[in-house]
C-alpha cells in the first residue's frame, strides 16, 4: 500500500505558517498575475501580500480570488517563486506582528533563548484519531490534535494579563481565517483556549517564568485507501 496517510507533520507546518499569516504555494509562479496555493481563504480582496521564498520577496495587491486556490494580483510577478525554495504567499502587514519566532514542539523542551526572543508561538502535535465508526473500506476519516502556545516572559500587572489574551484574541483569529488550513484539511476549527493551562504552572515551578496561552486545534481530513 504505498499511500501516504499520515499527516501530521504537513498539517503542523501549514499551522505554523498560518500563525505568521502565511499559506504555501502549491506550484512554481509563472509569468503573469497568478499564484497558487492550498488555500487561498486567509487573503481578502485589496489586501497587500508578499510572494517570497528563500531567493527574495516581492509585494503585490490582491485583485481576485479564483475558487479555492487561485489568487489574483493587480499587478504583474517581476521574479519566480518556487516551491522547491518555501515559496509562500503571506500577508504584508497585520497578524501577530510582535512574534518573534514560531516553532515546532513543547513550551517544556524549547531551548533556552534569551528574554528579547520572546513572545514566540510553538505548535506541538497531539493525538490522532481514525474514529472506527467513520471509517470504510476506502476511507479513513483521520482527527489531528495539536495545541499552539502563544508565550511571552511573566509580567505580573494587570494591563500584562489583559494584553496576552489580546494577543491570544489575534492568533484564534489567525487560526480561525482558513479552515483548510492551507489545502492540508477540509475541515478545521480551535476548539477550546486556555489562558491558564498546566504547562504554564510547571514552567514557573521549573524557574522559567513565562505567560502562556494554550489554544487547541482540531484538523480533520480522509485519508483514501488504494489498493496496490
Known sequence: MAVDMFHQNEIARAIRMLCQGATALTADTQPGY???VGSNELFALGQQVRLRDSAGCEEKTVADKVGLTTVVFTEPIDSQYLVSRSGRLEVAAGGLDDVRWVGQGSPELMPRSPAERFPCVLVTPGPMRQPLSAGSNRAFQQDYTFSVYYVEAYEGDQRANIEVLEAAAALFNLLMADPYLGGT??????????????????????EKPLRVVELTVLARRAAVWQPA
Not at 478545521?188 to 483556549?193: P, R
Not at 486556555?194 to 521549573?206: A, G, K, S
Request: glycine residues 0%.
Open 34 to 36: 497568478e499564484a497558487s
Open 185 to 206: 484539511c477540509w475541515h478545521s476549527q480551535v476548539t477550546e483556549v486556555d489562558p491558564e493551562p498546566p504547562v504554564q504552572e510547571r514552567l514557573r515551578e521549573r
